[in-house]
């Protein structure tokens, strides 16, 4: 019985939840169509749910518990980095990611994932305050994307890579990934920036274009296994279980970048996915998804290629790799202090032209 009440009385702290927060959130107001912000608020095909400028930082933090157009890309990012957080929790239990630098690189793919998903809830939370800070909350997601690209070269090459793919890229892998990072930065702050006086698809193939290059350099270790396995077919997919991981993150990855590059379903019936349904929304979505599994094939790459990846990196090389994650990550602000700059700049001419 005692157990029983204990139940009754969360079941009903739990039903007081709404009220509460409605209670919390008395005067916010409602969300406005897209003829009633800017125009470089307004997504494609998406009419109505966006949310009002210049209000209090208050309202856009509370707004997470509120129905827009914007609500699922928060939380399905912020769910994902939850996710992240725990999974390095588990690990920790198992993984000495303090004593064993072997280690280290599969902690820059975690610590680098859970960064781009919190940047990225971030700025779709935060980013209709006002033109700046949309601008410099969507440069942060943008950083989050690019130490991301890093650190799954980092897992890619350490843990993935076969010996003779390495022959072939060792001198050369990792300063071109940094070089990749940095550039998809750039490309897609300046893309940005750009909003106004570049055609859409120029922006797009500025900010996609170098994402797809780290892309594909970043992944081609795992590229590179899974063609050998192809070619020797002999040995059963079971023998080695992160190539099942591999292969989902690398079908989640590209499903992703469909829905990132072609606004589904919402361009077939525009205004009705204004809330739930986005191609962007399923993007997210199959991100995480993407990031989750090649956590999860990068430890089982930890564990099971020990031998390997013992034998083709050098001591010192986990150090390195790390070192030069903190070195991409500070360039990649640079970048985007950078081009906050410029939008200052563009703003504050603009005010003294009226």
Known sequence: MATIGRLFINLQQVRQVPRILTEATPSMPGTVLDSEVPVYFRETHVHTGYRPLHQGWRYYFLSMFQRHNETVNVWSHLVGALLVLEKLGRLSETVDFAGDPHAWPLLVLLLSSWAYMTFSATAHLLG????????????????????????????????????????????????????????????????????????????????????????????????????????????????????????????????????????????????????????????????????LCQIQASYLDYVGRRALYTRLHTDGAAELFAGTYAFTLLACAGIAVAMIRKVRQLLNNRDKSK
């Open 128 to 291: 209709s305050k006002s033109e700046l800070c949309h601008y410099a909350f969507f440069f942060l997601d943008y950083v989050g994307v690019a130490q991301y690209q890093y650190g799954s070269a980092a897992v890619h090459f350490y843990y993935a890579v076969e010996e003779d793919w390495h022959t072939h890229v060792r001198t050369v892998f990792m300063p071109v990934a940094v070089l990749l990072c940095c550039l998809s930065c750039l490309g897609c702050c300046y893309g940005k920036y750009q909003n106004h006086t570049l055609p859409t698809w120029v922006r797009k193939v500025g900010q996609v274009m170098p994402s797809a290059m780290a892309y594909a350099w970043d992944t081609s270790p795992v590229f590179h296994r899974l063609f050998s396995w192809l070619l020797v077919k002999g040995n059963a997919l079971s023998d080695d279980p992160a190539l099942a991981f591999h292969c989902g993150q690398v079908g989640f990855f590209l499903c992703s970048a469909f829905f990132f590059t072609h606004p589904l379903p919402e361009r077939w019936f525009p205004g009705h996915f204004d809330f739930l349904g986005q191609g962007h929304q399923i993007f997210h979505v199959l991100l995480v998804l993407c990031t």
